[in-house]
């Protein structure tokens, strides 16, 4: 019940491009929706959430799309950088509640 | 420094010698987490606090290991008779409730 699938384990993206990670749960009850970006030997760091009463939210070059009917999440990047060259793991919370539970990550290269 | 602190950040123990780490959360948060990380993977729930209550233990924390948050405010993890599989990075988390984590920078354990 508790469960988010990530897709793609990895990708590689030209310098410039969008980059497009995608997650799926199956619990209704989440109702906040956390991305981390991780580099090797850190920890990993809050980048941009959303909670489910909005379809998109957009910081910087990072974009949440989210559609609740079909229970999916994406993160896009847009004008990728060799910089976001990282893992991503997208998480989701049940408000008040529990704890974070995480995707399966996604390793993203960005080639320059 | 405002964000999320671990000590140590390295530690290499022999097996069968226990070890004890701290977390300072962030300090308006009441929410504490651990999570255990292993190399290409997502990290992976242990425990979490409200406050200085202990309100969920994952099936992962084996007797060996224990968590205290005295007072509400800093955390310790402890694992007595470390065992190789034991090697991993421990991270520590701090939130409001129903709001992403913020990560520390972990601390990185290895068993010989």
């Known amino acids: 019940q508790q469960q988010v699938k990530q897709s793609p384990q990895s990708l590689i993206v030209q310098k410039g491009g969008i980059s497009i990670i995608n997650c799926a749960y199956e619990n209704t009850a989440f109702d906040y929706f956390p991305w981390y970006q991780q580099f090797p030997g850190k920890g990993p760091a809050l980048l941009i959430a959303i909670r489910p009463d909005v379809s998109e939210k957009k910081e910087g070059r990072f974009t949440i799309s989210f559609n609740k009917s079909a229970k999916q999440f994406s993160l896009h990047i847009m004008d990728s950088q060799p910089g976001d060259s990282a893992t991503y793991f997208c998480?989701?919370?049940?408000?008040?509640?529990?704890?974070?539970?995480f995707g399966q990550g996604t390793r993203l290269t960005i080639n320059p | 420094d405002t964000g999320v602190s671990q000590d140590p950040r390295h530690k290499i123990t022999k097996r069968g010698q226990n070890v004890t780490f701290r977390c300072d959360p962030i300090?308006?948060?009441?929410?504490l987490y651990w999570y255990r990380q292993t190399l290409g993977q997502g990290p992976e729930f242990l425990t979490y606090?409200?406050?200085?209550?202990?309100?969920?233990k994952s099936r992962l924390l084996s007797d060996r290991f224990s968590a205290e948050r005295p007072k509400g405010s800093f955390s310790t993890l402890e694992i007595q008779r470390t065992e190789q599989g034991d090697s991993a990075m421990y991270l520590c988390?701090?939130?409001?409730?129903?709001?992403?984590?913020?990560f520390g920078q972990g601390t990185r354990l290895t068993v010989v």
């Open positions: 606090f409200q406050n200085e209550a202990q309100l969920e």
């Open positions: 300090s308006e948060h009441n929410r």
């Open positions: 998480a989701a919370i049940v408000g008040g509640a529990q704890k974070l539970v």
């Open positions: 988390a701090s939130s409001r409730i129903g709001e992403g984590a913020f």
